[in-house]
């Protein structure tokens, strides 16, 4: 007859409960580890079903601007893009592919220079509104480094100032049509201010003033808002093309073709003597920096056409032409639908006008939609343009003008 060992029983019913308790806790581990497998499978799903306004394709890790709004690239041969129901974002067909925002008011806002970096407490209060002009491809930085980047415009003027003035013994007072330095001269006045004073870095408006007449009148008050810490850590320094159509002649300057002048080698600058080609200083056709203005092209390929002329036929007229009395029927379809169009402001460019007797003009877009020229000294609207870092994300919103983009780096 066995005896009852109560110390040996007891440790026999605790072998069982660890035995059950290892039994559920690893059931438990494998229930979370099936979970998570799914959960991870769903999230990676998701996230590659993102598209990136970076790349234009699908991605697989954070994005860069990203947004459900935002559209994939086809793989077709015809290398358009598959809208999403709105046809806002546009590819433009030129040798770098880039793609651009289209219209008369696509959803193109992003909350920029703002006070916070709290992307919950980004508002119309703590933020300026800027708009993305698009992606553009083969754009090389300050270190030699060449990406596809984006870049965003500041909805409104700073306000009216000259592109560069002069003293009154060189071009009549009228400015030189050359936005970057070259050996004897320290480039365009808005370039300097816009890449110091603006910045924060008080340089040339020491008085408070800017340039904004001829013979270096200074009596503009200098803008109310510049760049903040933020702001700046977010901008890119890059390589932008200055070159010019090099000619008087402006029956081809189509906007694909005024594309092509802007990246070429020809200065604004053909002149060699005269009272408006004295200044003496020999034209560079790339400029290194931070804050610059659109191009004519950009104005160009941002409009979406209509009904008389479409897309296609607006970016074959040339935008000179882009005016009501032109003897072009329905011309105002290209302006019109153009979101950079301003009726209330001429605003300036980045790209000098070239002529035979003048070194003093610079291309603008006028109120009335088509694209011109004008003395560099002249008072225009000035509306800042940079190019992101290339970590920048959106967090949030759907990039109308009520609910902008929010970034954070």
Not at 179 to 195: I, K
Not at 247 to 270: A, D, P, W
Not at 287 to 310: H, M, Q
Request: negative net charge.
């Amino acid at each position: 007859m066995h005896r009852f060992n109560k110390n040996k029983a007891i440790k026999k019913l605790s072998n069982r409960n660890n035995d059950k308790t290892k039994i559920i806790s690893v059931s438990v581990s494998i229930v979370i580890l099936i979970v998570a497998i799914i959960y991870f499978s769903f999230a990676r799903f998701e996230s590659i079903n993102k598209y990136s306004l970076i790349s234009g394709k699908v991605i697989s890790s954070k994005p860069v601007l990203i947004s459900k709004k935002m559209i994939k690239l086809e793989t077709s041969g015809s290398a358009d893009l598959e809208y999403d129901g709105v046809e806002t974002l546009g590819e433009n067909g030129t040798e770098d592919n880039n793609l651009r925002y289209v219209g008369a008011n696509p959803n193109n806002y992003v909350y920029f220079n703002c006070s916070t970096t709290n992307t919950s407490e980004m508002n119309d209060s703590t933020c300026e509104k800027w708009r993305i002009i698009g992606l553009f491809n083969n754009i090389e930085d300050n270190s030699g480094n060449v990406a596809s980047r984006v870049k965003i415009i500041r909805d409104q003027s700073l306000g009216d100032y000259s592109w560069d003035s002069s003293d009154s013994t060189v071009n009549s007072g009228f400015g030189i049509n050359q936005w970057g330095p070259s050996e004897n001269y320290e480039g365009a006045d808005l370039m300097r201010e816009l890449n110091t004073d603006y910045l924060g870095n008080i340089t040339v408006g020491t008085d408070g003033k800017w340039y904004n007449e001829s013979s270096n009148s200074k009596t503009a008050n200098m803008p109310t808002s510049t760049l903040n810490s933020n702001a700046k850590e977010m901008i890119q320094e890059v390589k932008w093309n200055t070159g010019s159509n090099g000619s008087n002649e402006f029956s081809t300057l189509t906007t694909k073709n005024m594309y092509t002048y802007e990246r070429s080698e020809n200065t604004g600058k053909i002149c060699s003597s005269g009272t408006y080609c004295n200044d003496g200083e020999n034209r560079k056709t790339t400029w290194v920096g931070k804050v610059a203005l659109i191009y004519p092209s950009d104005y160009g390929y941002a409009t979406s056409g209509g009904n008389t002329l479409n897309k296609n036929a607006c970016l074959n007229t040339v935008i000179f032409d882009w005016y009501d009395d032109s003897e072009i029927e329905g011309i105002s379809d290209c302006y019109s639908n153009s979101w950079i169009y301003n009726e209330n402001y001429w605003q300036w460019t980045l790209s000098p006008g070239a002529y035979s007797d003048d070194a003093r003009r610079v291309i603008h877009v006028v109120s009335g939609g088509y694209v011109g020229n004008s003395y560099a000294s002249h008072a225009d609207a000035v509306r800042p343009v940079v190019f992101l870092q290339s970590s920048i994300t959106i967090v949030e919103g759907i990039g109308s003008s009520e609910m902008p983009y929010k970034l954070t780096m």
